[in-house]
């Protein structure tokens, strides 16, 4: 469904430019990358070479992944073995909401292990179809596959403690969402503070999770048919 096309050039390409904005903004942190369909993998550990990232992000290829479906439970759990040491704990999800249409267990477990989940949604409520070698996506039924924002992941923000933020075609929503991390990750010990040209930077291990939701057919969000005339 990030190959969507109700955002321009697509959902996938987008998220990918959103997260280098993101990287321009965040100079004080670690972040690591990681893909999932339905199981998640580490595209890259944390780190502070952001053009590293860059480079290993705009590579990505959905091709690279051939599971099926969806499990926004397995990129919860990596965050926490990367950041098993920490009690600041943060995933950042761009993505256009999947199909779940409740989250409670990713919830109860990002509350257990202190992750505060940040989502960005890449999507819009009217839709959009996904191009292929062929034409467009179509269902079983010859339906042409219509795949549109799911606001259910909200919840999974919001009572996570993180946030929740709408696409814009202006990068300062990013800056906002780097703002509101660090408003909520301030340092409380001398431990956690590093000094730079005689500035207080607070420093902590943050994950940026770029979880493209790669799904197939038989887990695409909000499916609705639109026959041929």
């Known amino acids: 469904s990030m190959f969507s096309d109700d955002v321009y050039p697509d959902r996938f390409e987008f998220a990918k430019r959103k997260f280098y904005s993101m990287l321009d903004y965040f100079q004080d942190g670690k972040i690591g990358v990681i893909g999932f369909s339905s ?14 990232l860059k480079y290993l992000v705009k590579n990505m290829s959905l091709d690279y992944v051939t599971l099926k479906g969806t499990d926004l439970m397995t990129p919860l759990e990596i965050t926490n073995e990367l950041l098993k040491d920490s009690d600041k704990k943060a995933l950042v999800i761009f993505t256009d909401g999947g199909d779940q249409n409740s989250f409670k267990k990713e919830i109860e477990y990002a509350k257990k292990h202190h992750i505060k989940v940040f989502v960005y949604a890449i999507a819009t409520k009217k839709g959009g179809v996904i191009k292929t070698q062929n034409g467009v996506l179509k269902d079983k039924n010859g339906d042409i596959v219509i795949t549109r924002l799911n606001e259910n992941i909200k919840e999974l923000a919001i009572k996570s ?9 202006s990068n300062s929503d990013i800056k906002y969402l780097v703002d509101d991390i660090r408003s909520k990750f301030k340092a409380v010990t001398k431990n ?14 943050l994950i940026f999770g770029i979880i493209l939701f790669l799904t197939a057919v038989s887990s695409l969000p909000k499916i609705s048919p639109r026959r041929k005339a």
């Open 161 to 169: 403690g993180g946030a929740y933020m709408k696409y814009s075609l």
């Open 192 to 205: 956690e503070l590093t000094i730079k040209d005689r500035v207080e930077m607070f420093y902590y291990p």
């Open 39 to 52: 199981k998640a993998f580490l595209i890259a550990p944390l780190t502070d070479d952001f053009n590293s």
